[in-house]
């Protein structure tokens, strides 16, 4: 369902849970990656001067749990999450130019106990990216404990771990070479390194290129 009244959506939202806002600039969503709790709403909104879909799913094939059909320019749509779990989705008429996000639903509570910890580990940035061969993601820990680093495709799946140790306050760099957790080359896309510090998790979108 489309609408274009932006306050349509936001007042009875309010009643579910907390709204976050996801923009369309250009050709990406703003932010492309969002981890909220159970029970609250996303809320998108074209500020381009593109027409865009937000359409669940990966790889350009709809999953069926939302589909915003096409946005015109300052039109709006929201989705009520009342279930934990990863929810990719994409842009139909330019998912294959890399716009695409992910909606990480947490089980309610643990967004506030994530909350407790913010500022433990920082992702600073991935680089270069859209990459080759090699990508390299540069992290800051502020506090000693276990830091697990892993890749995920756009359906959320497992593909790769990258680190899982302890370590020391201070700042690191992962490297990803582009291959499975059995050695095999990726396909070219759309991937997300993740980095669980505790109950903390950030995330950055990475490109694959052929």
């Keep these: 369902m489309k609408n274009t009244g932006v306050i349509f959506f936001v007042l009875p939202i309010l009643a579910f849970g907390v709204v976050h806002q996801v923009d369309m600039v250009g050709l990406a969503f703003v932010p492309d990656t969002l981890t909220i709790s159970e029970g609250d709403s996303v809320l998108w909104v074209n500020t381009s001067a593109l027409f865009h879909t937000t359409t669940s799913g990966a ?24 279930s934990a779990g990863v929810f990719p989705y994409f842009c139909t008429p330019h998912w294959t130019l890399g716009m695409v996000g992910l909606v ?56 790769a771990s990258i680190l899982n140790n302890h370590v020391t306050t201070g700042s690191y ?38």
């Excluded at 350009?60 to 009342?82: E, I, K, Q, R, T």
């Excluded at 992702?123 to 390299?136: G, I």
């Excluded at 760099?173 to 980095?195: C, E, H, L, M, Q």
Aim: hydrophobic share 40%.
């Design 59 to 82: 790889g350009g094939v709809p999953s069926g749990y939302w589909d915003s059909g096409l946005m015109s320019p300052n039109d709006s749509f929201a989705f009520h999450f009342d």
């Design 104 to 159: 990480n639903v947490q089980p309610l509570g643990i967004e506030e106990m994530t909350k407790g910890v913010s500022g433990s580990v920082t992702v600073l940035m991935a680089y270069p990216n859209p990459f080759a061969r090699f990508v390299h993601l540069g992290y800051s820990v502020n506090v000693p404990g276990r830091l697990q680093v892993a890749v995920y495709n756009s359906a959320g799946q497992l593909v």
């Design 173 to 210: 760099t992962a490297t990803w070479d582009g291959k499975d957790a059995f050695g095999n080359r990726v396909s070219p896309g759309v991937y997300f390194i993740g980095a669980h510090f505790g109950d903390e998790y950030l995330q950055e979108k990475v490109i694959i290129l052929e």
